[in-house]
T-cell receptor
Framework: DVKVTQSSRYLVKRTGEKVFLECVQDMDHENMFWYRQDPGLGLRLIYF???????EKGDIPEGYSVSREKKERFSLILESASTNQTSMYLCASRGLLANEQFFGPGTRLTVL | QKEVEQNSGPLSVPEGAIASLNCTYSDRGSQSFFWYRQYSGKSPELIMS????GDKEDGRFTAQLNKASQYVSLLIRDSQPSDSATYLCAVTSYGKLTFGQGTILTVHP
């Protein structure tokens, strides 16, 4: 079974702090994704990566950056957290020739 | 027009009934279609995928795809209270996976 893990289930940070959200997958998947999920807005793609050191902007990249130094790990960075970044953050991965995408358990981030 | 739209819900059905969830999409070039189930406070879990026109059955779940009408649906037969969740339709669109807003399903005993 594909396993996607995220570093924290719940996180509380203060406005202006730098925040790191980590995601690790154990299935040697090439593709990894970061989404945020908000009531009424659904799942929105922030960034994705097709390979190590590769990154592509999704639909809402503003205020975020990412890092993929190793194939199994994809990090989401909030350079200066703001209250409007309070959300559920979901990481996902997908194999190169596969269509199905698998999600991690999510990190609920609160920015005060 | 949203790229992927689902019937707004919430949908409430009695135990044992058929629940019908619907989804339309805008990109005629879409090739892959998925249904995810998401329990409250949990992450989405893939339950069905469909790639060609027609029906695909898996246990109590049937996915239906009509590319000409740009329509995909999910039928849940013999609905159980444990099926109560948000169901997300996802479509490979413009090279990426795009999700609908989700439909909340409640199955009451």
């Amino acid at each position: 079974d594909v396993k996607v893990t995220q570093s924290s289930r719940y996180l509380v940070k203060r406005t202006g702090e730098k925040v790191f959200l980590e995601c690790v997958q154990d299935m040697d998947h090439e593709n990894m994704f970061w989404y945020r999920q908000d009531p009424g807005l659904g799942l929105r793609l922030i960034y994705f990566s097709y390979d190590v050191k590769m990154k592509e902007k999704g639909d809402i990249p503003e205020g975020y950056s990412v890092s993929r130094e190793k194939k199994e790990r994809f990090s989401l960075i909030l350079e200066s957290a703001s209250t409007n970044q309070t959300s559920m953050y979901l990481c996902a991965s997908r194999g190169l020739l596969a269509n199905e995408q698998f999600f991690g358990p999510g990190t609920r981030l609160t920015v005060l | 027009q949203k790229e992927v739209e689902q019937n707004s819900g919430p949908l409430s059905v009695p135990e044992g009934a058929i629940a019908s969830l619907n989804c339309t999409y805008s990109d005629r070039g879409s090739q892959s279609f998925f249904w995810y189930r998401q329990y409250s406070g949990k992450s989405p879990e893939l339950i069905m995928s469909i790639y060609s026109n027609g029906d695909k059955e898996d246990g109590r779940f049937t996915a239906q795809l009509n590319k000409a009408s740009q329509y995909v649906s999910l039928l849940i037969r013999d609905s159980q209270p444990s099926d109560s969740a948000t169901y997300l339709c996802a479509v490979t669109s413009y090279g990426k996976l795009t999700f609908g807003q989700g439909t909340i399903l409640t199955v009451h005993p």
